[in-house]
C-alpha cells in the first residue's frame, strides 16, 4: 500500500494527508484474507493523517479498528521508502486516498516506475478516491498514458466543490482523467463505486474503498 507523505493543504495553512477510512477498510479487508501488507510513502516514516478524516462523522468500523490496532499504528509510523520498492517484492499494490496523494504522487518518479514496473509484470494496481491521481501520469511501453480508453473512475468535480476545495487543489481530478483520454466513469456523490479495467482498479470516493479492495483480492 502507497500512502500519501504530503500533510499541506495547499496554501490554506490546514493539514490534509491520508484518509483514514481508505486506508483501514482495505488493510483489514487485505489482512483478513491473508495478504502481506507492507506500507510505502515517498518519505518514508510517519505518514501524515487527514485530521477531517478522524472527526466523529467519518468513522467506521474499521475506523475504530484502527484506534485500537497499536500495529496497524506502528506501520503508518514506520512506512516504508517508496524509492526502494520493488515490484518484484509483491503481488498487487492500493493506493489509499486523501487530499495529499494530488500533491506528491501524481508526478512522482518512483511511483509511475512502481505502478509502470506492475502493469509490465501484469499485476493489478488500485487507487480509491484521490489517489487514482497516482494513475495520471503512468504510461504504456508506447508511450499512451494507460488511462486512455480506459473504465477509470475518483474523486468527482461535484464532490470536490461540495467540500469547498475547487479553488484549493492542484487540480481537478475528473478533468484530468478525462483529459488523459480516460472512460472517466461516475456515480451520484458520496455513493461507493468502483471500476475494474484489466490490470486497474479504482474508486470514486470514501465509501468505495472496500469495494476496491475487494476487486483487487479478486484480482489476486
Known sequence: ???????????????????????????????????????????????????????????????????????????????????????????????????????????????IALLEGFLAAKKPIAAVCHATAAFLNIKTPSGEFVVKDKAVTGFTNSEEDAVQLTDIVPFLLEDELIKRGGDYQKVADWHAFAVQDGLMISGQNPASSELVADKLLGAL
Do not use: C
Open 1 to 111: 500500500m502507497v500512502i500519501t507523505s504530503h500533510d499541506q493543504l495547499g496554501n490554506t495553512g490546514e493539514k490534509t494527508g491520508f484518509w483514514v477510512e481508505e486506508f483501514a477498510a482495505p488493510y483489514y479487508a487485505f489482512i483478513d484474507a491473508g495478504v502481506t501488507v507492507t506500507l510505502a510513502s515517498p518519505k518514508g516514516g510517519q505518514a501524515p493523517i487527514d485530521p477531517k478524516s478522524e472527526l466523529a462523522d467519518f468513522q467506521t468500523p474499521a475506523t475504530k479498528r484502527f484506534d485500537n490496532d497499536a500495529k496497524a499504528q506502528a506501520l503508518v509510523a514506520n512506512t516504508q521508502l517508496l524509492a526502494q520498492m520493488n515490484e518484484a517484492d509483491f503481488d498487487g499494490v492500493f493506493y489509499p486516498g486523501g487530499h495529499g496523494p494530488l500533491w506528491d504522487l501524481t508526478d512522482n518518479a518512483d511511483s
